[in-house]
């Protein structure tokens, strides 16, 4: 099995997914949906970030979207060819075209989104043979912890009489 930075000897998709949601924690601490995404390039995190769409009055400050510009920012190029994308929650379309566009080869979620996912709930953007670049996606990785992080956000919410 791979060594980490941490020399932890999980898996290597739930260390990664774990500094996701290490960041979606962080999202749930500011009142944000909690979903956290990082960027994983030669075995470190080069990007890391949680939603932010109320703190910026920003429809499209998605965790995945700030952390696919962190990266690029982070090397130079819009190409993200050489990276991997955790996030917790199936990327919504908007962050599914994102992802097509900076031809991130792997993307792994922990779990789905039925009502908005758009790699393969509800569609199946970044595996659409009519685009030029696709993505393996890979859902589930700690689905439990990803699911559970939600759900007790949104009964917080509902209890605060808040949509």
């Known amino acids: ?8 000897l999980l898996q290597p998709h739930d ?9 979606a924690r962080a999202a749930f601490e500011k009142k944000e949906v909690p979903v956290g995404a990082v960027v994983v390039h ?4 080069i990007a890391q970030a949680y ?27 819009w190409r993200l060819s050489d990276c991997t994308l955790y996030v917790t929650l199936e990327p919504c379309p908007m962050c599914a075209g994102a992802i097509v566009q900076a031809r991130l080869p792997t ?8 009502k908005g996912g758009g790699c393969q ?7 659409d043979e009519r685009l030029n670049h696709r993505s393996i996606v890979i859902g589930g990785v700690l689905e439990h912890e990803c699911s559970t992080i939600l759900t007790e956000f949104f009964q917080k919410q509902r209890a605060l009489g808040k949509k």
């Open 1 to 8: 099995m791979p060594s980490h930075p941490s020399g932890n």
């Open 15 to 23: 260390y990664w997914m774990r500094q996701a949601l290490d960041q």
């Open 42 to 45: 030669e075995e470190r995190v």
């Open 51 to 77: 939603n932010q769409r109320e703190a910026l009055n920003d429809p499209t400050a998605h965790a995945e979207m700030i952390a696919i510009t962190q990266a690029a920012e982070a090397l130079g190029s």
């Open 107 to 114: 993307v792994l979620f922990g779990t789905a989104d039925p």
């Open 121 to 127: 709930s509800l569609y199946a953007i970044t595996n």
